[in-house]
């Protein structure tokens, strides 16, 4: 519950900045304006598609949480959308946080950690 009302009173309204693009052309850019608590920070992420996925979604905006030092991230919540930019109808949300998995060692996002565990 606690957890809940930390992310529902974390501002949606969003000044994105561009930190990486993979090899598949999605292009990831995060909200600088990031809670910092100890090791952990949370954060307003969004992924920007070349081309709709298989769903017909054309971005991702969610709120992550990663662990600086264990090198570990989780999903507080997800909202997919038809247009890019996540403009447009979305399409499913879900709010339930996700098990702790470690960071991927992609370029993407190992630029992402980079960004977020330098503040």
Request: with cysteine.
């Amino acid at each position: 519950l606690i957890a809940l009302c930390a992310v529902a009173s974390f501002a949606a309204s969003a000044e994105w900045v561009f930190v990486s693009k993979n090899e598949f052309g999605t292009s990831l850019y995060v909200d600088p304006n990031i809670k910092i608590k100890g090791n952990v920070r949370m954060f307003w992420h969004m992924q920007d598609l070349s081309n709709a996925d298989s769903q017909g979604d054309m971005s991702y905006r969610g709120i992550w949480q990663y662990d600086c030092t264990e090198k570990l991230q989780r999903n507080m919540q997800v909202a997919a959308f038809k247009k890019p930019m996540a403009a447009g109808q979305k399409s499913e949300e879900a709010y339930q946080p996700s098990d702790w998995v470690m960071i991927g060692k992609d370029t993407s996002s190992q630029a992402l950690l980079t960004y977020v565990c330098s503040l």
